[in-house]
Nanobody
């Protein structure tokens, strides 16, 4: 029953900013790591940023200094603040969360959101 829903994607000019949100919903669950991936046409899905349960973060090299991942545990939500956007950032952005729940006998399982489109024009 756990679901991840992304929001905040859209169209933006190069140099602009967007903030993506991903909220987990469902019955009782425990969220561990959360992260953002992206997939552009003709390219492999790649990790953009991850954040652990203790707020340790890691970023893909091309987004360092421009993107910031954060989480609000009270809201079961992870964010991706994207600044200084480039055309190369155009992709479908997907949220992933490592979650334990009764349905998996509390064994952490990777849940994926449906994705949100980010298009950067130049």
């Amino acid at each position: 029953q756990v679901q991840l829903v992304e929001s905040g994607g859209g169209f933006v000019q190069a140099g602009g900013s967007l903030r993506l949100s991903c909220a987990a919903s469902g019955s009782t669950f425990s969220i561990k790591d959360m992260g953002w991936y992206r997939q552009a046409p003709g390219k492999q899905r790649e990790l953009v940023a991850i954040i652990s349960s203790d707020d340790n973060t890691n970023y893909e090299d091309s987004v360092k200094g421009r993107f910031t991942i954060s989480r609000d545990n009270a809201k079961n939500t992870v964010y991706l603040q994207m600044n200084s956007l480039k055309s190369e950032d155009t992709a479908v952005y997907l949220c992933k969360a490592l979650i334990g729940s009764p349905s998996t006998r509390w064994i952490p399982y990777n849940y994926w959101g449906q994705g949100t489109q980010v298009t950067v024009s130049s």
